[in-house]
């Protein structure tokens, strides 16, 4: 077990006058990371992980095996131990017939930084621990403006930043399923489209966890000039995690993701981006630099970036999308 004292990008705080360092995160190599897993047995085949994984990300067993099953072991820890803590209380204030609430696990981190396989992997992993048979998966792109209102607001070259999004909607939403309301409704958004579906839907029904996942998710908002208190989203995860990797990588990732669905999606003639499959691969190349560097760049220092040290625990991914470090917040 390697314990940091000085981690090259975590917040540290200086005390006292020999200046040293400390750490709110254990910090563990892939392989440290690995032995967690303990018996945890393998229950996903190579078909399956296949079938999870985002175009362009080459996540396998290996590394189900090395990070996910250690990862999946921990939160089920975590919502035992919830769960339990939520019947003492119960019997504590003598109260009998309370709602049960979900469990609540953020996925924060960059655009094309991969966090839909990660949240697909956990969700399945999640699924088949006892206490958690009935694992939903909400992304926040459902809570974006619709193109029509962005066009109208000027905000399409925007699409990602917090005021793209109707944060009122999404706190609703997460206070509906933390309340333990049947049937909360989650609307839905097309990446072929590139817009909101109207009037469609997907319904959460008192899931055992819910993992909500999207660049924003650990976002705070500034106060109101009211200087009334208003809750931030991560307010009602009982559980966040940060998918991290280098600037340079990510843009690699994103420029050949780009490139990748002009042969796939962008051939579909409802796709919004099927102009790109038309043109010439240097110009489809420019076309991608330029969303990446004028909205998802900007949008990843200025917005997202800053949230990682509010993440439980932050994925570290290196070349190949594979995990290299892992640093879990201290209790
Ligand atoms: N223009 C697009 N057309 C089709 N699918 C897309 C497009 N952009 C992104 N996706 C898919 O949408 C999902 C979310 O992508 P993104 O928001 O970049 O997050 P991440 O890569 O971190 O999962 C991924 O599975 C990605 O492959
Ligand atoms: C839809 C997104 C903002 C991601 O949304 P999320 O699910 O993380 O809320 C992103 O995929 C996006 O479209 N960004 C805008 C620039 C671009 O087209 O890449």
């Known amino acids: 077990m390697n314990i940091v004292s000085q981690p090259a990008e975590t917040p540290e705080l200086e005390t006292g006058s020999n200046a ?25 085949t190579a078909d399956e992980v296949q079938r999870l994984r985002s175009l362009d990300d080459p996540i396998d067993l290996d590394e189900v095996r090395r990070i996910y099953l250690s990862l999946s072991r921990l939160l089920s820890t975590h919502v035992e131990a919830t769960q339990r803590l939520f019947q003492q209380r119960n019997r504590f204030l003598s109260l009998s017939d309370i709602t049960k609430t979900p469990f609540i696990i953020g996925i924060a981190g960059s655009v094309a930084v991969g966090k839909s396989t990660t949240a697909r992997i956990l969700k399945e992993l999640l699924a088949r621990w006892p206490s958690s048979p009935k694992v939903d998966l909400i992304t926040t792109d459902g809570f974006l403006y619709p193109n029509a209102v962005l ?73 109101p000039a009211d200087g009334k ?98 640093e879990l917040r201290k209790l």
């Open 20 to 44: 040293e360092y400390y750490s709110p995160y254990h910090r563990f190599s892939a392989e440290e990371w690995a032995k967690f897993r303990a018996d945890t047995p393998l229950t996903l």
């Open 151 to 223: 066009s109208r607001e000027n905000l399409m070259e925007r699409k990602g930043f917090p005021e793209s999004y109707d944060i009122g909607s999404i706190l609703r939403f997460l206070s509906a399923i933390k309340a333990g309301e049947p049937n909360v409704r989650a609307p839905r958004y097309s990446h072929l489209t590139y817009d909101v579906l109207p009037d469609e839907y997907t319904l959460v029904d008192r899931p055992d966890i819910l993992i909500f996942e999207g660049i924003n998710v650990l976002q705070s908002r500034a106060l």
């Open 229 to 326: 208190i208003v809750p931030i989203v991560s307010d009602f995860f009982d559980f966040s995690i940060y998918i991290d990797a280098d600037e340079e990588q990510i843009h690699n990732w994103y420029v050949q993701r780009f490139m990748k669905l002009r042969q796939t999606a962008f051939r579909d003639p409802t796709s919004f981006f099927k102009k790109y499959a038309a043109i010439d691969a240097d110009a489809a190349r420019a076309v991608a630099e330029g969303l990446w560097e004028n909205i998802n760049l900007k949008n990843l220092r200025q917005n997202i970036l800053p949230t990682r040290p509010r993440a439980d625990l932050i994925l570290r991914k290196g070349r190949n999308h594979l995990v290299e470090t892992v």
